[in-house]
């Protein structure tokens, strides 16, 4: 199943890859090299359990009430325009990320409490994993749907270590605008293109 697999990839990482407090707090500390590994190692892990708990508990939802499937994927498609909406405001007005450096070295349990709070305490993440990847990932059938989820986990671990580990040489180009406002305008494509296949889908 390469291509759900694929399919599962390029959904999570369209669903990953935008401005926001948790992509920008693993940018800060990969500039910094300040617990760099655990930090992307805890954002990924984390996904990867809020992945796996959304397709299973999705999953099991569906076999006793096969109707809720279609009530997740009516909402899903309208959350994903509503992103996409979102994403083409950033790209037609983009902001600039600016990843703080210098000071004096954190410990690892305060980065670590920061990274996790700035991942669970972010209502979007149970949107975009338990419920929307969650259902999008039950559309590809009882084995699809895990090469699917292969795909989305795959996709939190290369980017929040790509991210972490390629801050210094990221950092100066998404510091500009311009590198932004192309960013956002792939994933408002992504998402609407994702959505529209939902709809289709039912």
Same mark, same amino acid.
Do not use: C
């Given at each position: 199943m &390469?291509?759900?697999v694929?399919?599962g990839f390029?959904?999570?990482?369209?669903?990953?890859v935008?401005i926001?407090? *948790?992509?920008?707090f693993v940018l800060r500390q990969?500039?910094?090299?300040e617990?760099v590994g655990?930090?992307?190692?805890?954002c $990924?892990a984390? @996904?990867?359990?809020?992945?796996l708990? /959304?397709?299973t508990?999705?999953?099991?939802?569906?076999e006793?009430? &096969?109707v809720v499937? @279609?009530?997740?994927?009516?909402?899903?498609a309208?959350f994903? !325009?509503g #992103?996409?909406? +979102?994403?083409l405001?950033?790209?037609?007005?983009?902001g600039?990320l600016?990843?703080?450096?210098? /000071?004096?070295r954190?410990?690892?349990?305060p980065?670590l409490t920061?990274?996790?709070?700035?991942?669970?305490l972010?209502?979007?993440?149970?949107?975009d994993t338990v419920?929307?990847l969650? $259902?999008?990932a039950n *559309?590809?059938g @009882? @084995?699809?749907r895990? #090469?699917?989820a292969?795909?989305a986990? !795959?996709? $939190?671990?290369v980017?929040?270590?790509?991210?972490a #580990?390629?801050? %210094?040489?990221?950092?100066?180009?998404?510091? %500009?605008p311009?590198?932004?406002?192309?960013?956002d305008g792939v994933i408002?494509v992504?998402?609407?293109?994702i959505? +529209? $296949? !939902?709809v289709l889908?039912?």
């Open positions: &390469p291509t759900t694929l399919a390029l959904t999570g990482l369209s669903l990953i935008a926001g407090a *948790q992509n920008a990969g500039i910094r090299r617990h655990a930090v992307a190692l805890l $990924s984390a @996904d990867a359990a809020l992945i708990a /959304g397709v508990g999705v999953g099991t939802i569906v006793r009430v &096969p499937l @279609d009530v997740v994927r009516w909402a899903g309208a994903l !325009l #992103y996409a909406v +979102l994403a405001r950033r790209a037609v007005h983009p600039e600016h990843a703080a450096t210098g /000071g004096a954190v410990g690892l349990r980065v920061t990274a996790a709070a700035l991942t669970f972010n209502p979007h993440v149970y949107l419920l929307l969650g $259902s999008i *559309q590809h @009882d @084995d699809g895990w #090469y699917f292969a795909g986990v !795959l996709a $939190s671990f980017w929040f270590f790509g991210l #580990y390629g801050a %210094r040489r990221l950092a100066p180009l998404f510091a %500009r311009a590198a932004w406002r192309v960013l408002a992504v998402m609407a293109a959505a +529209l $296949s !939902l889908g039912g």
